[in-house]
């Protein structure tokens, strides 16, 4: 089995050097047990920041697979069978089944196995709890969602349309800009280059904004949330442009804004909704969307095991348009 582990915490941005591959014999399988081999692997923003609370120096990566069993001693898992894992970035591990998810039983043939970790997987929920639970987006609402283009903004643009909302998107290229108008986006920006964040904001909904999806923290939050209607709800999702700081960001301070327009800002975590029937009704809407041809996926695949680490600092520095994979 192979792995790539964390050689020491990171500083700034990861970098290749980074990150080592290793290499270890398995032993043969207990009764109970099964061996899996991974055919996708999910690089996501999380694994930064979580790396600094919960790795140590040479730990191997944390993170999330599609898996396909390849040897089974235990008769609840058949050989050939596919499943979610959250066992790190390895190619190859053991389990006695605990913590494995399985596709859903109507996973469409034609649909890459891939999406499990992308728009019908974990960013795909936090998408739609995010929007429809925490933010409780209601028809004709405006909706502004950062990383837009990427695997969870793209899906909260769409789910934001199909639930009749005026949807507006920030996102890191022009290429980016093209690919949420044609998705449905009203109103999409390149950060990087608009000249005036506030203004851009202004242009694309001059009466303000009912629902804000935050995905990037710092001055752009500040900004968007002076941008706010009265009563707005805020999602806290996450805070990417945050991640790599080794100092926290401080001021200019809002507020002030959240009393004068009575907000509500909520912070979530998708994990502590996996067991809850909102995570499973939401998994099948997803799919059924898809099946349907109203929602629209895009992933980013990165070729090889071997390009792991590149993968994942491809995607913190915006390379994606949609999910970014790992394929092995
Ligand atoms: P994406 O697919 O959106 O990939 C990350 C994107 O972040 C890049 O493509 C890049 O796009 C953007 N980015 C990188 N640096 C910056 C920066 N300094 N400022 C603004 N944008 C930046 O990732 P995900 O969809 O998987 O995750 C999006 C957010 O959702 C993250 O904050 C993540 O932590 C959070 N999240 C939270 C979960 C929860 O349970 N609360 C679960 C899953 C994700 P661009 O070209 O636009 O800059």
Redesign the pocket.
């Known amino acids: 089995s192979k792995s790539w582990t964390m050689v020491k915490h990171f500083e700034g941005a990861p970098k290749l050097e980074d990150f080592k591959l290793i290499e270890k014999e398995l032993p043969p399988l207990k009764e109970g047990e099964l061996l899996l081999e991974s055919v996708f692997l999910s690089v ?3 694994m ?2 979580y790396s600094k609370t919960s790795l140590k120096d040479g730990d191997v990566m944390m993170g999330s697979q599609v898996a396909r069993v390849v040897e089974s001693k235990n008769p609840a898992y058949q050989v050939g069978s596919y499943y979610v894992s959250y066992s790190g970035w390895t190619t190859h591990f053991i389990s006695d089944g605990k913590g494995l998810r399985a596709l859903p039983t109507d996973w469409p043939e034609n649909l890459p196995r891939s999406l499990a970790l992308g728009t019908v997987g ?2 795909g929920l ?2 739609y709890i ?1 929007l429809l639970e925490i933010c409780k987006a209601k028809q004709g609402d405006v909706v502004l969602v ?9 899906v909260v643009g769409q789910i934001a349309k199909l639930k009749g909302c005026k949807v507006v998107g ?4 022009d290429a ?1 800009v093209t690919y949420l108008k044609e998705i449905g986006f009203d109103e999409a920006f390149n ?2 280059t608009v000249s005036s964040l506030e203004e851009a904001l202004k242009n694309a909904s001059p009466e303000g904004y009912d629902c804000y999806f ?5 001055v ?1 939050s500040d900004v968007a949330l002076q941008q706010m209607k009265q009563f707005g709800r805020i999602a ?9 700081d080794s100092v926290p960001q401080t001021g200019p301070y809002v507020q002030p804004y959240f009393v004068f327009k009575q907000l509500r800002m909520e ?5 502590s ?1 996996e067991d809850k029937p909102q995570y499973q009704e939401g998994q099948k809407q997803l799919l059924q969307w898809i099946v349907e041809g109203k929602l629209n996926f895009h992933e ?1 695949i990165t070729n090889g095991f071997e390009n792991m680490p590149a993968g994942f600092i491809g ?10 994979v790992i394929k092995v």
């Open positions: 996501d923003p999380y930064r920041p974990m960013p936090t998408a995010g950062n990383c837009a283009a990427g695997a969870v903004g793209s920030s996102t890191g290229s980016k950060y990087k935050e995905n990037v923290g710092g752009f806290v999702c996450g805070a990417i442009s945050m991640y790599n912070g979530f975590l998708i994990l909704w980013h995607m913190l520095s915006g390379d994606n348009i949609g999910k970014a």
